[in-house]
């Protein structure tokens, strides 16, 4: 069904699991036509009833278009004529096709945008394309014109090249055309022309690839004798549609055409003749995807057109009664395959009359025959196209006849000499071909016959799938025996017949024996299902290990949840059958005989096996056991519910593991015919779902991988319904097992149920359908009795190869037999037949509960010679004894399970041929000779005196290694047999599995009771010790010493984990940005003078050397992320429609760009240089893992990385590499600057200097830069290192965000960079602490930090320019000048006045200028001096915002207090000051539109007044305590929010240490004037004065600064993914206007960007890249629309992030294949904005790789 993008949305009804795959392919929307969807579906727009009065067009409208079109279109077909050549046999012309099709590409889009016109257009189109008279008139190329002759003659030798006629020359054919109502087929020449091999077939479409590695497997093809002409060759063409499409098919469907011809469906007439039309083309269209070599995109468009053909249930029936839809369609898929047949080599090889298909053809390898197939299982998916299959029995044998063509195909050989020399891939086409071609048609037809009334259609299948059985038997010779060493999984005829049957007894009550064939043929059907399980084994146990992992491919593949269901459960549903119908000791004797393990059933010590190795001996019988209780426990095809299956395939995949909802609905093995069954996402799937798991919603981990929302089993769905069979047969890898096994351990553990290691649990069984109940024979049978005795007993003797799990199915085994046990007792004789069988002697009935307590005293075996059985008898007087006082109770028992098998076999064999009256046949191979023909063998009589029940209790005391342990429970309590279901021997190990056998057996019996009583009182005495043998010993002492080094294994192992889990505590925090532990890079010992550092590489300690300098590992990024602060608190939105845009205009980057080009504009350009700061955007961020290692050691490190081969994430050319220890991303090494902590706790001495001395030194230093330590004129290797990290921080970033200088290159741009990568770090790690200090404590960084080495760093390099003293702000901060300085400049660009600086650059400036390492003292009088000026600034801010009325009241008020002592520390006199000062200049003149705009509404109170002041300080107050916090370690105290401005101005020395806390706080208290207050604001005020002369406008903008920025956020998304997906999806490049391929958002600034897209190029980098580094200077993160995915970019790296949409079951739908609804996720998004806050892309994410710009 396919609807458009408005139907779907606009649908009333839609169920929340629904799913939309959407296709870019064009199509026609079904909303409306009820024949294709429910009603209940339609939109609101379609659900209005077309009323009759809609107003007919005008004729007189139409007519221009009824005369032009049909030579428009036969001008068109020309085109298509003239252009088409026949491709030459070597070169393909698909160049000249697709330049035709691009010339007439305008005219295709002009047809295509007629349909689009609507229903009036299309009717005129339909009237044209399907007018006989008009084409006949226009392209018979009858009349004089010579080019339409040419055109016909092209036409016609078009048609013969593909193969066709033309009805003309029919007469050479001698073939009628076919009658409508006549069925095409030649049934009865099908049936035979599979015996019959024609000769080797070369034509020209057939040996394209015949070559290829074939070999000596010849191509087979059948005798063409039948072929049907009419079908397949013959093609008439009788209007353009016809033509049309011809052509179409000819030029393997252009998307253009295939859009035209389905965009006119929606008119009805059209749709009816086009079907037809497809229909009659269809061979045509089969050799044509033959020989295509774009078959994939072939067929989709195929399947594009024919989906929307076929879905319609009333038009498949029209065109299957009037065009024999059906007889096309399987004698189409017939001939298809007939061109790949080979000789089948299973069996018998030479005489073999049987063909299957090859999987190495081209055909089955890329799926070519998928579109025919998919338009099958699409037709029979309708009922009355079914039913018309289901009756035709011409068409079934057909069909059977095609099935038979997959039967045996694919045979696997076992190697057994050398390993297979090329591992052949085509299992898989093998597997894929039996599931589309066979497998789902055959689920098609079964959702037809559920009911009693559909008894006809499955008596047919039934019949005709035997027939096609017994014609395969024939032509491979099978007699008996299956060829040895020979496997094929695929036995489509066999599954066939065993789906049909259980469809029969299930749904429509056919009694099952009215459809099996005789025991003769039960026994054939059985051998090959049955070979496969065997073969299973084997390959599990290594035995086909020659033949390469593919064999191991083929056995999962076999078991797989979308093959499983049409593999191995009909396999074992037939087995199952024959099993209830064939003799139960025949089938228990031929199990063991198939898994090769008679020969280890015996009870002598050792043995002999002809045909096993003892390394695989352990591993088959555990396989055969394994089988046989999976056989007897499987109920799903023999009376389960589909719920109940449900509920059963569900608990097994929950115990493997939790699931997520989608892999549970791909993992449970479902109809795989979507009209069938269980519909995935169905009410009783969620229902079941939820009735056995629990939900768990997806978390995150700190290593930053995203967990998908996951379901785990409920307690009591561990407690009551945990099945390990159904676990072991749904498992495709072994260890699932084990995973179930220990997730079950755990549970009980957890739970107090059981400590110990627990066995698998017993699961009562859902009862057997009355027609199954023979399978319960197998229980009862002796065979399986002896069996298990002789296992019992080899289990209690410590014999060889003998596990726990050969115990575990044992005891299974016994337990079933138990629960399936007739309940009377009194026939247990009967089944004794006669004296003639060998082994009646064993035990007297075949009642398993009464044959548990028969004793059997000797057994004679047959062992070799070194046997010590055969020692222990050596006395012939003995043995003889022994003998003679046996006769009375007959002689010692003898078994021979292949014996036993052959005669079973002759008896019904016999019994057949007396009345068939046959010759008995001949048996066919030696190969399986009976134990016991080998010469060395000897015979020896073992004393047992054992029953079943002995052995049990025995093994009781074994397992639990006590003497006596076994207690009967009911002499204690007899309420213990009234009531058995003991909650206490549901769970447990071996031990409480026998207790609970013992039990059942007393249960039964009242005889078993006694005896049990009885062996339990014979004081039992100890078991004798084994003399051991050198050879046994020497086993032994291996079997020790493979112990003990298992237990150190794992005692290395568990030392190895904890030690690592130490380090990953200790040293790697990477992952997990918040709660570190701190872990300083210095050691702290009070008595060493010097930081001592440790390298990762050499492992050496020792301080960092001028010679021999440390660094740190560090990654420098750039960054945009300040850049993206905001004024304001309200999140930007993603647009989701045209009016929504964003504007970066409001942005911190924005911001300070206009603020740096209006200072450019009027003031000099080296002062706007250190006026301001910039790395807003394109800010160099450096972090740290917090390792260190030797500068030296580091580069031999590179070294080894540049020539190392293995591919890694990252680029070593760019310096890229990972730390040695935590495997951190990193590109650089800062070096670390030799120190004494000695000297540090110097520095930190507070002195009593005044302030005014302070402020002297302060300029002193500055102007000295000799005074720095490392003396810059010799070089050492500290300072070359300092300069090369240096290059490298500049080369972080791109030119265009260092350089702001109006001339390029100048001293003062590179002076401004290097100070505002200070500036950039510590305002992002001010972000990461949540924009404030309130949080207090060490840096959140922790061990993370690298602000110290970076300023040493910094510093250096800032010292090389020294600033001319006159131009040093220090000196206008500190000092008053003479007023007659100023007048000399004017011609010049007069300097940035002091109040415009930014406070927080220079105190920068003024700390790096300063010799390393700072004085604490001289740090806090640069602050106290820059806080006066901030002060200064905040207060003239003030004045601008408020309104004239409120500036002449606060100066009036100010003024008064003027003269008071603390009248400098009073804000409101400073403030009056400021305004009478600023009122001197124009600076509040211009009252108009543009004040308004500033002045605040808000009526200003002290309290805001305060608080504005405050606000605008804060800011700086964070950085400086931060740099105070990393300068000199000190601690950060932790505060309210409400007091974080006193708290850090006192952490700052700003407070005096005498100040008492009031009440209102007031900020000015913190002042400390350096020279008198008013005369330098005086000063400050008249720089502005003169500015604001000329420009009042601007020098008013550039006094409110705004300092107020909030947390960068990325975009806020919308609730659901299908609005980004309906906007974005359409959304057209503003580049080349073209809808892109693959549209992506950026999720930081909502541009719209094309990934990949060529059109958006320039000068190389695609479009994402190039906006990744125009946006986050060089980081992008975007969201793909087409997939929901976000990707981010990192430099020249990029990664898959994940995705933040995930469905209602919390998982992602990558590339929306599922089609889900999606919603976000916030706690991903939220992580995602962490990461992206915090730099950590490249920690947390691990698979990265180049995007060579092509992004």
């Known amino acids: 069904m396919s609807l458009c993008a408005e139907c779907f949305t606009r649908a009333t009804t839609r169920d929340t699991t629904s799913t939309c795959s959407r296709s870019q392919a064009g199509g026609a929307c079904d909303c409306g036509d009820s024949n294709v969807m429910r009603e209940s579906g339609f939109c609101r727009r379609h659900q209005i009833k077309s009323s009759s009065n809609i107003p007919c067009v005008p004729k007189d409208l139409l007519m221009m278009s009824e005369f032009v079109l049909p030579r428009f279109i036969f001008c068109l077909i020309q085109y298509l004529r003239e252009g088409y050549n026949e491709p030459a046999a070597d070169v393909p012309s698909e160049k000249d096709l697709s330049k035709v099709l691009q010339l007439l590409e305008p005219q295709i889009s002009f047809l295509e945008d007629l349909t689009k016109m609507g229903g009036a257009m299309r009717s005129v189109l339909t009237q044209v394309l399907t007018n006989q008279q008009n084409y006949k008139d226009l392209t018979s190329g009858l009349g004089e014109n010579t080019c339409a002759k040419k055109s016909h003659e092209k036409y016609l030798i078009a048609l013969k090249s593909s193969g066709l006629t033309y009805p003309e020359d029919k007469l050479v054919y001698g073939i009628q055309e076919p009658s409508a109502g006549t069925s095409t087929l030649a049934v009865q020449g099908f049936a035979g022309a599979t015996g019959t091999l024609g000769q080797l077939d070369s034509s020209d479409e057939e040996d394209q690839d015949g070559s290829q590695g074939l070999g000596k497997r010849k191509r087979v093809k059948?005798?063409?004798?039948?072929?049907?002409?009419?079908?397949?060759?013959?093609?008439?063409?009788?209007?353009?549609?016809?033509?049309?499409?011809?052509?179409?098919?000819?030029?393997?469907?252009?998307?253009?055409?295939?859009?035209?011809?389905?965009?006119?469906?929606?008119?009805?007439?059209?749709?009816?003749?086009?079907?037809?039309?497809?229909?009659?083309?269809?061979?045509?269209?089969?050799?044509?995807?033959?020989?295509?070599?774009?078959?994939?995109?072939?067929?989709?468009?195929?399947?594009?057109?024919?989906?929307?053909?076929?879905?319609?249930?009333e038009l498949a029936r029209q065109v299957t009664e009037e065009c024999q839809l059906l007889d096309i369609m399987v004698t189409v898929l017939l001939y298809m395959m007939e061109s790949c047949l080979i000789k089948s080599e299973l069996q018998d090889e030479e005489n073999s009359l049987h063909v299957v298909v090859n999987c190495g053809e081209a055909l089955l390898k890329n799926n070519t025959y998928w579109p025919l197939v998919s338009d099958f299982i699409n037709i029979l998916s309708h009922q009355s196209v079914a039913k018309k299959f289901l009756e035709d029995h011409g068409l079934l044998v057909t069909w059977m006849n095609f099935v038979s063509f997959f039967q045996g195909m694919n045979l696997n050989k076992r190697e057994l000499n050398e390993h297979v020399e090329f591992e052949s891939q085509t299992y898989y086409a093998a597997f894929a071909a039996e599931l589309e071609a066979c497998a789902q048609p055959m689920w098609g037809l079964l959702s037809h016959c559920k009911v009693r009334e559909t008894q006809e259609y499955t008596r047919n299948v039934v019949r005709y799938c035997l027939e096609a059985l017994q014609d395969w038997f024939d032509a491979i010779n099978f007699v008996d025996e299956p060829a040895p060493n020979q496997v094929t999984f695929h036995l489509p005829l066999h599954r066939y017949y065993a789906m049909f049957l259980s469809k029969a007894v299930k749904c429509q009550e056919l009694d099952l024996d009215s459809v099996l064939p005789d025991q003769e043929m039960l026994m054939k059907l059985m051998i090959h299902p049955l070979q496969i399980q065997a073969s299973l084994a084997e390959i599990h146990s290594n035995m086909w290990v020659r033949n390469g992992l593919q064999i191991k491919g083929q056995a999962m593949t076999y078991v797989q949840s979308h093959f499983c269901n049409s593999m191995i459960d009909p396999d074992i549903y037939l087995l199952q059958v024959c099993a209830s119908r064939l003799d139960p000791d025949y089938f228990i004797s031929s199990v063991f005989e198939r898994f090769k393990v008679v020969d280890l059933l015996t009870m002598a010590s050792q043995h002999q096996n002809t045909v096993l190795d003892a390394e695989h001996e352990r591993s088959m019988l555990e396989g055969a056991l394994t089988f046989l209780v999976i056989l007897l426990s499987l109920r799903l095809h023999l009376g389960m519910s589909d719920d109940e299956i449900l509920r059963a395939e569900m608990v097994a995949q929950l115990c493997m593991n939790d699931r997520t909802h989608s892999s549970l609905l791909d993992l449970i093995p479902e109809n795989p015919n979507p009209k069938s069954g269980i519909i995935p996402g169905s009410y009783s799937f969620e229902s079941v779902l939820s009735a056995v798991a629990d939900f768990k919603a997806p978390v995150f981990e700190p290593g930053g991988s995203m967990q998908q929302g996951m379901y785990t089993p409920k307690a009591e769905v561990w407690d009551q319904e945990f099945d390990p069979v159904m676990v072991i047969l749904r498992t495709v890898y072994r260890r699932d097992v084990q995973s179930a096994m220990d997730r079950y351990t755990a549970f009980l553990k957890q739970n107090g149920k059981f400590p110990g290691n627990p066995w698998p649990p017993y699961k009562k069984r859902t009862p057997l359908h009355p027609s199954y109940k023979g399978l319960m024979r197998l229980l009862h049978c002796k065979t399986l009795h002896i069996v298990l005795f002789t296992l019992l007993y080899k289990i209690l003797m410590d014999h060889q190869n003998l596990s726990e799990h050969v115990l575990c199915m044992v005891l299974y085994l016994i337990e079933l037999g138990l629960e399936n046990s007739a309940d009377e007792e009194s026939d247990e004789e009967a089944s004794v037949c006669g004296p003639e069988r060998c082994h009646d002697s064993w035990f007297p009935g075949s009642n398993l509960v009464a044959n548990m307590r028969h004793f059997i005293n000797y057994v004679r075996v047959r062992v070799p010679e070194t046997a010590p059985e055969v020692k222990r008898d050596s006395p012939a007087s003995t043995s003889s004894d022994s003998l003679g006082s046996l006769q009375n109770s007959g002689t010692a028992q003898v078994f021979s399970l292949v014996a036993e098998r052959r005669k079973k076999f002759q008896e019904i064999i016999n019994r057949s041929s007396n009345e068939a009256n046959q010759v008995v046949r001949p048996k066919t191979s030696s190969k399986w000779s009976a134990p016991g023909s080998a010469p060395q063998l000897t015979t020896a009589i073992l004393e047992i005196k054992e029953s079943i029940l002995s052995l049990l209790i025995k093994?009781?005391?074994?397992?639990?290694?006590?003497?006596?342990?076994?207690?009967?429970?009911?002499?204690?309590?007899?309420?213990?047999?009234?009531?058995?279901?003991?909650?206490?021997?549901?769970?447990?190990?071996?031990?409480?599995a026998v207790e609970r056998i013992l039990l059942k057996a007393a249960l039964q019996s009242r005889m078993n009771k006694r005896i049990i009583e009885e062996i339990c009182r014979k004081v039992t005495p100890p078991v004798p010790p084994r003399k051991v043998t050198a050879a046994e010993k020497k086993t032994l002492d291996k079997e020790e010493r493979r112990q003990k080094a298992r237990e150190r294994q794992q005692k290395l192992l568990a030392e190895f984990a904890s030690r690592q889990k130490s380090f990953m505590e200790t040293a790697m925090d990477v992952d997990s940005p918040e709660n570190d532990i701190p872990m300083e890079i210095t050691t702290a010992e009070p008595q060493v003078s010097e930081a001592v550092y440790d390298c990762v590489i050499c492992g050496q300690s020792g301080p960092s050397s001028e010679d021999r300098p440390t660094g740190l590992v560090v990654l420098l990024q750039a960054s945009s992320v300040l850049g993206q602060c905001r004024d304001n608190t309200e999140p930007k939105k993603l647009p989701i429609t045209e009016e929504e845009q964003i504007y970066p205009w409001d942005t911190c980057a924005a911001v300070h760009d206009v603020r740096l080009s209006l200072l450019q504009r009027y003031f000099k350009d080296s002062s706007c240089l250190l006026a301001v700061s910039i790395g807003w955007e394109g800010g160099v961020y450096v972090q740290t893992c917090g390792h260190t290692l030797h500068i030296d050691c580091h580069k031999s490190y590179m070294e080894s990385l540049r020539n190392d081969q293995v591919l890694q994430g990252f680029s070593v050319d760019k310096g890229e590499f990972t730390c040695p220890l935590c495997r951190q991303f990193a590109n650089s090494v800062l070096p670390c600057y030799p120190g004494s902590n000695m000297e540090n706790n110097l520095w930190h001495r507070?002195?009593?200097?005044?302030?005014?001395?302070?402020?002297?030194?302060?300029?002193?230093?500055?102007?000295?830069?000799?005074?720095?330590?490392?003396?810059?004129?010799?070089?050492?290797?500290?300072?070359?290192?300092?300069?090369?990290?240096?290059?490298?921080?500049?080369?972080?970033?791109?030119?265009?965000?260092?350089?702001?200088?109006?001339?390029?290159?100048?001293?003062?741009?590179?002076?401004?960079?290097?100070?505002?990568?200070?500036?950039?770090?510590?305002?992002?790690?001010?972000?990461?602490?949540?924009?404030?200090?309130?949080?207090?404590?060490?840096?959140?960084?922790?061990?993370?930090?690298?602000?110290?080495?970076?300023?040493?760093?910094?510093?250096?390099?800032?010292?090389?320019?020294?600033?001319d003293s006159e131009f040093n702000p220090w000196r206008k901060l500190t000092q008053l000048e003479e007023m007659n300085s100023q007048l000399g400049n004017e011609e010049q660009q007069p300097e940035v006045p002091i109040l415009y600086h930014d406070v927080t650059s220079l105190l920068l400036i003024q700390i790096l200028m300063m010799p390393q390492p700072l004085r604490k003292d001289h740090f806090t009088c640069i602050v106290k001096v820059l806080f006066a000026l901030l002060y200064t600034q905040a207060l003239a801010a003030l004045s601008v915002k408020c309104n004239e009325e409120d500036r002449s009241a606060w100066k009036h008020t100010g003024a008064l207090k003027k003269n008071t002592c603390d009248a400098e520390k009073s804000y409101k006199v400073l403030l009056s000051f400021v305004i009478s000062e600023l009122s001197k200049g124009k600076l509040y003149h211009e009252e108009g539109a543009q004040e308004c705009a500033m002045v605040s509404p808000i009526a200003w109170s002290s309290e805001s007044m305060e608080k504005y002041l405050q606000d605008f300080c804060l800011p700086f107050l964070r950085i400086t305590s931060l740099l105070q916090h990393h300068l000199f370690g000190e601690d950060l105290p932790s505060c309210q929010e409400e007091e974080e401005f006193s708290v850090l101005s006192s952490c700052l020395g700003l407070l005096p240490t005498f100040y008492q806390t009031e009440h209102p706080f007031i900020s000015a208290s913190c002042l400390d004037w350096p020279v008198p207050a008013f005369d330098i604001i005086a000063q400050w005020c008249s720089e502005i004065n003169s500015f604001t002369e000329r420009h009042a406008e601007q020098g008013k903008a550039l006094l409110i600064q705004e300092s107020r920025w909030k947390l960068p956020h990325l975009l806020q998304l919308p609730e659901n993914y299908n609005t980004i997906f309906q906007y974005y999806h359409r959304k057209t490049c503003s580049v080349c206007t073209k809808v892109p391929k693959d549209p992506a958002v950026c999720l930081v600034c909502g541009t719209f960007v094309c990934l990949k897209g060529l059109c958006c190029k320039q000068q190389s980098y695609c479009e994402c890249v190039l906006h990744s580094q125009n946006c986050g200077a060089g980081t992008g993160i975007f969201l793909l629309v087409n997939a929901s995915v976000i990707i981010i970019i990192r430099g020249h790296r990029f990664c898959l992030w994940g995705s933040v949409y995930l469905d209602a079951h919390g998982e992602e739908d990558r590339d929306l294949r599922r089609g889900k609804p999606l919603y976000i996720c916030k706690e991903r998004y939220k992580v995602l904005e962490q990461q992206w806050i915090s730099h950590t892309f490249d920690h947390i994410n691990k698979r990265w790789g180049p995007h060579y710009n092509g992004l």
């Not at 859009?259 to 039309?277: R, S």
């Open 222 to 313: 059948l005798s063409s004798s039948t072929k049907d002409q009419s079908i397949m060759d013959v093609l008439k063409h009788k209007s353009f549609l016809e033509e049309l499409l011809f052509w179409t098919i000819k030029y393997e469907f252009p998307q253009k055409m295939v859009t035209f011809l389905l965009n006119m469906l929606p008119d009805q007439e059209y749709k009816v003749a086009f079907t037809k039309t497809f229909v009659q083309h269809y061979a045509f269209i089969m050799k044509t995807l033959k020989k295509s070599h774009e078959s994939d995109t072939m067929s989709n468009r195929i399947v594009h057109i024919s989906v929307q053909l076929f879905s319609n249930e």
């Open 955 to 992: 093994l009781h005391h074994k397992l639990s290694g006590k003497q006596n342990s076994y207690y009967p429970p009911w002499l204690d309590d007899i309420e213990i047999l009234i009531q058995p279901e003991i909650p206490k021997y549901s769970h447990g190990d071996g031990i409480t």
């Open 1246 to 1363: 507070p002195s009593n200097k005044s302030l005014q001395d302070l402020i002297k030194e302060v300029e002193e230093l500055q102007g000295r830069p000799g005074a720095f330590p490392v003396s810059i004129s010799s070089e050492t290797n500290l300072s070359k290192e300092m300069e090369s990290v240096m290059k490298d921080i500049k080369n972080t970033t791109q030119k265009k965000y260092r350089d702001y200088s109006k001339t390029p290159g100048s001293p003062d741009n590179d002076f401004l960079f290097m100070y505002s990568v200070a500036r950039t770090n510590l305002e992002l790690e001010l972000i990461h602490r949540g924009g404030n200090l309130c949080s207090g404590g060490a840096s959140t960084a922790g061990k993370r930090s690298c602000l110290n080495q970076l300023f040493h760093v910094l510093a250096l390099h800032m010292r090389l320019y020294s600033i």
